[in-house]
């Protein structure tokens, strides 16, 4: 299994410009989630997805932040318009029902100009 | 707020040493568990500990568990250089898997 695969790995953007961060979850996970890290944060919990429909989506800062999951194998979080203060790593996780284990892609590194 | 704060933030010590970090908690919990991540890369689990166990091991890992004191500790024994990395304790939050996740301990062992 390829694990939880994101793309793009790095975004460089200017303020003002939609960003689309992309997720494929492990084959077979109906938990997804989409985490933010920053250093003056820490991981924070952005939204949850079971069975592609959102369960949780009280950690998305405000509403330039959306996230989609439109199949088992794909979801995205949107942010339009970017601010530079969006700049931080996010990471997307998938589990699977009656097993408590994440499993994190390798991130995408946002950068707002 | 994080569920679960470390301590301490930063830990260095020599190859063979082991390493201790603590995880403080809130509320009350059924599961604790600590993932690594090494730097640039996304966190990877390591090890679940249930609220009726009060200990468990792993490998060169062990964790406790105290929910009286609404604690865990990881202890890492006979260190090695590949095990520099961040660690984070992670508790259940909400409804499904959700985890909410500490600041984190910044573990650097030094050849």
């Known amino acids: 299994d390829a694990g939880v695969i994101q793309s793009p790995r790095h975004e460089v953007t200017e303020m003002g410009q939609e960003v689309t961060l992309r997720c494929k979850p492990i084959?077979?996970?109906?938990?997804l989630f989409w985490y933010r890290q920053t250093m003056m944060r820490g991981l924070e919990l952005l939204i949850y997805?079971?069975?592609?429909?959102?369960?949780?989506d009280s950690g998305m800062p405000e509403d330039r932040f959306s996230a989609k999951m439109p199949n088992a194998s794909f979801s995205t979080l949107k942010i339009q318009p970017s601010e530079p203060r969006d700049s931080a790593v996010y990471f997307c996780?998938?589990?699977?029902?009656?097993?408590?284990?994440?499993?994190f892609g390798s991130g995408t590194q946002l950068s707002v100009l | 707020s994080q569920q679960g704060e470390e301590d301490p933030q930063a830990l260095s010590i020599q190859e063979g040493e082991n390493a201790t970090m603590n995880c403080s908690y809130k509320?009350?919990?059924?599961?604790l568990q600590w993932y690594r991540q090494n730097s640039g890369r996304g966190l990877v689990h390591l090890i679940l500990?249930?609220?009726?166990?009060r200990e468990k091991h792993s490998g060169r890992l062990r964790v406790t568990l105290d929910t009286s004191k609404k604690s865990s500790s990881l202890l890492i024994t006979a260190s090695r250089a590949a095990d520099t990395a961040s660690y984070f304790c992670?508790?259940?939050?909400?409804?499904?898997?959700?985890?909410?996740f500490g600041g984190g301990t910044r573990l650097m062992v030094k050849p």
């Open positions: 084959s077979g996970h109906n938990s």
């Open positions: 500990i249930r609220s009726n166990e």
């Open positions: 509320t009350s919990i059924n599961n």
């Open positions: 997805f079971n069975n592609n429909v959102p369960i949780d």
């Open positions: 996780a998938s589990g699977s029902a009656g097993n408590e284990k994440l499993f």
């Open positions: 992670a508790t259940p939050r909400g409804a499904g898997n959700m985890l909410t």
